[in-house]
């Protein structure tokens, strides 16, 4: 069981504290926005922004915060997604003031520099490039833009290169004096620290922050329609994505969907798809399938990289499998096979004190409590063979999903 401790300042920052016996702590703030909050002339915006807090403050220089928490052996990290900017550190748990006072500058009193501007929008631009010279990682992108045309949940994250080029200091100041407030963030700590020393550290670090809310208006995507699309590409493999819709992150239906996708293409070699496709019959290197779940709605998605003259029969095997799952409810010994698998593989990662932190921030975030372990069997326990038959039939039905091919 996960023991953890919550309490909430005066200016309103949500603090849950995660003790542990291990030396090694992380803290951070995990931030409600991300792409999907940013407007049509601000595409990739969230992204940016995540690389600007390190490049300047009131009080510091871009080398001074690099070197910060490096000259400790400690590190910075951030990530951007649609729904979520988190910006962490990890070090040795006597270095924790230094950590939470880093972050708490670079969050709250970056300054965004012009001239550090012109830069990084240079850094961004090899990233773009250097994501779309990789299309088992671009379709992905490409896929919830299908998913979700006309809709900030569509877009890329990393932005388009010629909105990149007109952000200014103001632009990212605009952004952050909106989402970046203490209403619309959470601060995480794990490790083997003090309850009342994180209570007196970040108190004393956010005294002069603001209580103010937050205003933020998501709109949610319009009704899905199918579709399925060809995109020449020339590459030397093709690249095939199936899919649709998901369940939201509050769906009860979520689970069934979580245990039916690990069955299909998990990480499990035994997975269904990587027995069919690549085990029994060598036609792909790699095949997987990933579930993603927002506030509002969801993705499912199938991704599998094969011989351009294969495209058809890897589809149609896929679509078998599909077949087997809405057509035929799981026998006993199949459904407790799976379960047991599943509940492996969460006890594993589970190992990872960095995953748990950061899992922990982002589910505190959104629900404002953690979801122990136990609970999470437990719902998994309860599944049966009934609910994941009407689950196939409503996410795996042929008219439900999706194709996006590069070829």
């Given at each position: 069981?996960?023991s953890y ?6 200016n ?24 999907r ?14 690389h ?12 001074h915060i690099?070197?910060?928490m490096?000259r400790?052996?400690?590190?910075l ?10 910006v962490?550190s ?8 230094r ?6 500058d670079?969050?709250f009193h970056s ?7 012109e ?9 773009i490039?250097?994501y ?5 990682e671009?379709?992905f992108?490409?896929f919830?833009?299908?998913l979700?045309p ?10 388009k290169?010629?909105?990149l ?7 990212a100041k ?9 209403t ?14 994180v209570k007196?550290?970040i108190g004393k670090?956010?005294n ?12 949610k995507?319009l009704?899905?329609l199918?579709i ?13 994505m199936?899919?649709?819709r998901?369940?939201?992150a509050?769906n009860?239906?979520?689970t069934g ?8 293409g998990?990480p499990?070699m035994n997975?269904r798809?990587?027995v ?11 095949v997987?399938?990933n ?6 709605t ?5 991704y599998f990289?094969?011989d351009?003259?294969d ?6 095997i ?8 809405r ?5 006993s010994?199949?459904l407790?096979a799976?379960?047991?698998?599943i509940?492996g ?18 589910s505190?975030?959104?629900y404002n409590k953690?979801?122990q ?6 719902r998994i326990?309860?599944l049966?063979s009934e609910?994941l ?7 795996f ?9 590069y070829?």
């Amino acid at each position: 069981m996960i023991s953890y401790n919550i309490f909430t300042l005066t200016n309103g920052l949500r603090v849950i504290h995660i003790p542990n016996n291990s030396d090694v702590a992380y803290c951070g703030f995990a931030v409600d926005a991300g792409t999907r909050d940013e407007s049509e002339n601000q595409e990739g915006m969230a992204h940016f922004v995540e690389h600007m807090i390190f490049k300047g403050t009131e009080k510091r220089h871009a080398w001074h915060i690099l070197n910060r928490m490096e000259r400790v052996g400690g590190e910075l990290n951030a990530y951007t997604n649609k729904e979520e900017t988190v910006v962490y550190s990890s070090f040795l748990k006597e270095d924790f003031e230094r950590a939470a006072e880093l972050l708490t500058d670079i969050v709250f009193h970056s300054t965004f520099p012009q001239q550090e501007i012109e830069k990084e929008v240079e850094v961004i631009l090899d990233e773009i490039q250097s994501y779309k010279d990789d299309p088992s990682e671009l379709i992905f992108d490409d896929f919830e833009e299908l998913l979700f045309p006309s809709h900030p949940l569509g877009k890329n994250i990393l932005g388009k290169p010629e909105l990149l080029r007109k952000f200014k200091s103001n632009n990212a100041k605009e952004f952050t004096s909106k989402l970046y407030r203490t209403t619309n963030m959470i601060f995480f700590v794990q490790g083997n620290i003090d309850i009342k020393k994180v209570k007196r550290v970040i108190g004393k670090l956010t005294n002069d922050i603001p209580l103010l809310p937050t205003y933020k208006i998501r709109c949610k995507p319009l009704p899905y329609l199918p579709i399925k699309k060809i995109l020449s590409k020339e590459t030397h493999q093709a690249h095939i994505m199936i899919g649709s819709r998901g369940y939201d992150a509050y769906n009860d239906k979520r689970t069934g969907l979580y245990l039916l996708n690990n069955m299909l293409g998990g990480p499990g070699m035994n997975s269904r798809l990587n027995v069919s496709l690549r085990e029994k019959r060598g036609l792909v290197y790699n095949v997987e399938a990933n579930l993603t779940s927002y506030t509002d709605t969801g993705v499912f998605c199938i991704y599998f990289g094969c011989d351009i003259h294969d495209i058809d029969r890897c589809i149609s095997i896929t679509e078998k499998e599909l077949k087997k799952l809405r057509d035929n409810k799981l026998s006993s010994s199949q459904l407790d096979a799976a379960k047991k698998q599943i509940i492996g593989q969460i006890g594993v990662a589970s190992d990872n004190f960095e995953n748990n932190a950061l899992d922990i921030s982002k589910s505190f975030l959104h629900y404002n409590k953690v979801e122990q372990p136990e609970s999470i069997f437990k719902r998994i326990e309860l599944l049966n063979s009934e609910t994941l038959l009407d689950v196939a039939n409503e996410m795996f039905s042929e008219d439900y999903l999706s194709t996006l091919i590069y070829k």
